[in-house]
């Protein structure tokens, strides 16, 4: 399987930044962040594929960024302006996303199949 491994979490006020980075033992079409909060379900954050192609959940347009080092296989996100919303396990994630359905961008929900330890996250006053 591939092995993937988090860095970069952390404790922060509200409106400060962390950048998560995730590094993976071989590539993979698509490498994601999920989060997972404490009593909630997990959610994608942020998918990218080896084209470069991102997506991101609605509640972080804007203030999170996703990229992808295709020769190192690493995978980072950057978070601006931390609410304590984003408070959460952050995982990585690879996979090699939906082909067989002719989908050629990177889901949020499935195409997974490699997941990191985690990260925490806290964003707090």
């Known amino acids: 399987q591939v092995q993937l491994a988090e860095s970069g979490g952390g404790s922060v006020q509200p409106g400060g930044s962390l950048r998560l980075s995730c590094t993976a033992s071989?590539?993979?079409?698509?490498m994601g962040w999920f989060r997972q909060a404490p009593g909630r379900q997990r959610e994608g954050v942020a998918a990218i594929d080896s084209d470069g192609g991102s997506t991101y959940l609605d509640s972080v347009k804007g203030r999170f960024t996703v990229s992808k080092d295709n020769a190192k296989n690493t995978l980072s996100l950057q978070m601006n302006s931390l609410e304590p919303e984003d408070t959460a396990m952050y995982y990585c994630?690879?996979?090699?996303?939906?082909?067989?359905?002719?989908?050629?961008?990177?889901?949020?929900?499935?195409?997974?199949?490699?997941w990191g330890q985690g990260t925490q996250v806290t964003v707090s006053s």
């Open positions: 071989s590539s993979t079409f698509c």
């Open positions: 994630a690879a996979g090699v996303g939906l082909p067989f359905m002719g989908v050629k961008t990177c889901e949020l929900n499935e195409g997974y199949d490699y």
